[in-house]
């Protein structure tokens, strides 16, 4: 029989793989950390479903918050948008 929880496992999945492809084909890179933040918010919603709140805590803070941090300001330094592999 399927569970609440399933069906949450499964929808949070998906999401998780919706926000990996709109990551790596958008060519705006502040857009790609904003995808890729969401699916990392995807797994947590995974973890949190799997009872797992220490690994929770800690993937949060550092998928979420310390690493698309560091992306932004790398990003920052460089051009926003991808070249896509042209040398121009």
């Given amino acids: ?3 609440l929880i399933h069906l949450l496992l499964s929808f949070s999945s998906l999401l998780a793989i919706v926000f990996v492809y709109l990551a790596i084909t958008e ?3 502040i857009k790609a950390i904003v ?3 969401g699916q990392s918010i995807s ?5 949190q479903l799997f009872a797992a709140p220490d690994v929770l805590l800690a993937y949060i803070a550092v998928s979420v918050g310390i690493y698309s941090a560091l992306l932004v300001y790398v990003v920052s ?3 926003r948008f991808d070249g ?3 040398n121009e």
């Fill in 1 to 3: 029989m399927i569970t």
């Fill in 77 to 79: 330094k460089t051009e």
């Fill in 35 to 37: 995808f890729s933040a």
């Fill in 84 to 86: 896509g592999g042209k």
């Fill in 43 to 47: 797994y947590a919603m995974i973890l």
């Fill in 27 to 29: 060519k705006d890179l």
